[in-house]
């Protein structure tokens, strides 16, 4: 299992960006859940966004990127794209893909959002968002 995470870079308060996570030696669909964190300099690592493929793609955010931030699975390319919108400097961190092989149901938020459910990590990038 390797994931491997792109897209990452400079964008401006307000606007867009959407960084396509790619696997490879799996199909994401055959995963359990799959999700992005993200970790800001001096803080620890913080789940935003979640798919749970046991739950019928039930999706999870963090309240600081909900209506915000959304998972996109693209089937053909095997990705897991994180579209973000309405970006804000406080967004800018470095942004880890993970997936699990583990089923979960019924855990909630509070499962699909911690770093210890998930086996696979990206090797993560930089997203700066200029104000």
């Known amino acids: 299992v390797q994931l491997v995470e792109s897209g990452g870079g400079l964008a401006q308060a307000g606007g867009p960006l959407s960084p396509p996570c790619s696997g490879s030696?799996?199909?994401?669909?055959?995963?359990?859940?799959v999700a992005w964190f993200r970790q800001a300099p001096g803080s620890v690592r913080v789940g935003i966004a979640a798919?749970?493929?046991?739950?019928?793609?039930?999706?999870y955010n963090d309240d600081t990127v909900k209506g915000r931030f959304t998972i996109s699975p693209d089937d053909v390319k095997n990705t897991m794209n994180l579209e973000m919108s309405a970006l804000k400097p406080d967004d800018s961190a470095v942004y880890f893909c993970?997936?699990?092989?583990?089923?979960?149901?019924?855990?909630?938020?509070?499962?699909?959002?911690?770093?210890?459910?998930?086996?696979?990590w990206g090797q993560g990038i930089q997203v700066t968002v200029a104000s």
């Open positions: 993970v997936v699990a092989n583990s089923i979960n149901i019924g855990g909630g938020r509070r499962a699909l959002l911690r770093p210890g459910h998930y086996s696979y």
């Open positions: 798919i749970n493929f046991h739950e019928g793609l039930r999706r």
């Open positions: 030696g799996f199909s994401f669909d055959d995963m359990g859940s």
